[in-house]
């Protein structure tokens, strides 16, 4: 891991905190490079869910006994942290979910039960995850409402001139992606916002692939909402968050109808608590959001700067020796890129190099990578694609494009 | 040959390799070596469809054996599709419904029929299966 350590130092002591990556599978050295699918965990995540498990367990909000007391303040400090993680005015601001597609339906259910009408017009763009486009279609369906959509160009690129003129006073909600799942690319949401408050639209930004990657600064960005997963984060599954500014949650109605988002229940009329506990029916997963506390608490541990700068040479290394290989082609390749790479090679199906792959310990993704729009865009079924979290190595990128060499030569 | 003594041979053939390489280079082979369906078979209404992988499987039923016509768009499905033939292609419904593809346990390619592949080969078994029982049904009643 010579030339790895020589980028970030603290790799050894990186890898150690994730026990998963220490082991054979299929008899070859474990290499994981689906990290956009899901992240791995650190022990730090594993033990205090552990811990917190063997000594603690009481519904919360529910009871004055000491373990919903407990379990209470824990849920309530992982807000907490996760508000001070995306510098929000105030906890109640942040809604636990259980990921980022059910925070995208969220949105799509109550605001535009809230805010949207016949003839209204919603915008998505075409590099969207199929969670940023079902929920708006399906609520547009509801509403009788038109989904118009930014497309962008071969290089991965969103077409930002087109936002101006998709944008009309028809427009309701804007919804895009900060980092793309296929593509890779970085957004310049910050622009995108700013086109679109100026005709007063507000924006949700899918900020699954970001948030793991970036430190996000949702009062600098000025989004209105924000989503994104636990899982992909290093933290566990099951556990998500919807940030949204109050002045829009507040007039939205609730999503879910049941437990904790009551303020009171008659047969004739039910009113409902505040925010963010009209959002969060049900008893929430308070376990996965001490995970997701634990997993925020762990990046913020790190050196965040130089672990950017890592992952940006993880990609550009990537690129690089991927592209030596005859007929292999990327898909994104924008000048603001994460570290995800899609790609093919000529005459190979994604599913047998997937296979061959798993065959000699290396994870990658294979599949339509829940985006149909964008392999319509390229005409392709499939992709494959390899990508990034810190915790890899410039020697794994090697393994990977040693391992597509050999494969080449089978077929 | 029965069934039981095709995927035996199968399975010997298989077993002469110790490199996981060298089983799947055979796969390969294998779906390099299957003749392409007809393409007015390889249509939307014959698709058997995997996440990843898609499948085409045609048949036609004639004097009480059914023949099966299959192709892949992935090598190694493509592959296990010519094996599969190879024990089910004109063969009566009632040999299709009393055999199991053992074989792709045995030779080790076992994940390939799990649930959780999404690439199409559990669905054309069961879609194979669900012909036969069509048509044994067919030859029940004509008789």
């Known amino acids: 891991m010579s030339i790895s350590i020589h980028m970030n130092p603290d790799l050894f002591k990186i890898r150690k905190d994730f026990p998963i990556l220490d082991q054979k599978v299929n008899g070859k050295p474990f290499i994981y490079l689906d990290n956009a699918a899901t992240s791995q965990r650190p022990q730090q995540v594993i033990d205090r869910m552990n811990e917190f498990s063997h000594r603690f367990n009481g519904n919360i909000h529910r009871a004055t006994h000491f373990m919903a007391n407990k379990t209470t303040e824990a849920f309530e400090e992982s807000r907490e942290m996760v508000r001070n993680y995306l510098n929000a005015v105030e906890p109640a601001e942040i809604i636990f979910t259980h990921g980022t597609t059910e925070s995208i339906n969220l949105v799509a259910f109550s605001f535009g039960e809230a805010f949207i009408s016949k003839g209204d017009e919603v915008i998505v763009t075409e590099m969207e995850h199929h969670a940023n486009i079902v929920p708006w279609q399906m609520m547009c369906e509801r509403r009788g409402a038109g989904l118009k959509i930014v497309p962008f160009g071969d290089n991965g690129v969103l077409d930002l001139d087109q936002i101006d003129k998709l944008i009309t006073d028809k427009t309701r909600i804007l919804a895009v992606t900060h980092v793309s799942n296929t593509l890779g690319t970085v957004n310049p949401i910050t622009e995108i916002i700013a086109k679109a408050h100026l005709k007063n639209v507000p924006v949700l930004i899918d900020g699954a692939q970001a948030a793991p990657h970036f430190s996000i600064d949702v009062q600098a960005l000025d989004c209105d909402f924000y989503a994104f997963s636990g899982h992909k984060m290093y933290g566990p599954t099951g556990i998500g968050v919807l940030y949204g500014k109050r002045k829009w949650l507040d007039l939205m109605p609730p999503f879910l109808g049941g437990g904790e988002m009551i303020d009171r229940v008659t047969f004739s009329k039910t009113t409902y608590n505040e925010i963010p506990y009209k959002f969060e029916a049900g008893t929430p997963d308070y376990l996965g959001a001490i995970g997701l506390g634990a997993a925020i608490d762990y990046l913020n541990r790190q050196d965040k700067p130089m672990i950017e700068r890592y992952e940006r040479e993880l990609l550009l290394e990537s690129t690089l020796k991927l592209k030596q290989i005859d007929g292999l082609k990327i898909y994104g390749e924008a000048p603001e890129k994460a570290g995800v790479v899609s790609f093919n090679i000529d005459g190979i199906h994604p599913f047998d190099l997937g296979t061959l792959l798993d065959q000699m310990g290396i994870a990658v993704r294979t599949g339509r990578l829940c985006a149909d729009p964008v392999m319509d865009h390229f005409g392709v079924e499939n992709m494959v694609r390899a990508s990034f979290a810190f915790y890899n190595t410039v020697e794994e990128i090697e393994a990977l494009y040693i391992a597509l060499i050999r494969l080449k030569a089978m077929f | ?143």
């Open chain 2, 1 to 143: 040959m029965t069934i039981d003594e095709i995927q035996q041979g199968i399975i010997e053939d298989f077993s002469a390799f110790e490199d996981w390489m060298d089983k799947y280079s055979l796969l390969i082979e294998l779906g390099n070596e299957l003749a392409p369906i007809d393409p007015k078979y390889k249509v939307e209404s014959n698709q058997i469809r995997g996440c990843q992988s898609r499948v085409w499987l045609h048949q036609e039923f004639a004097d009480g054996k059914i023949t099966f016509e299959a192709e892949s768009d992935a090598l190694i499905v493509k592959g296990l599709v010519a094996l599969l033939l190879k024990i089910y292609s004109n063969r009566t419904p009632h040999e299709i419904l009393t055999s199991e593809p053992r074989f792709i346990d045995e030779i080790g390619l076992r994940q390939h029929l799990s649930p959780t592949r999404s690439n199409g080969l559990l669905a054309m078994v069961k879609q194979m299966k669900l012909y036969a029982l069509a048509y044994e049904k067919i030859s029940a009643k004509g008789n």
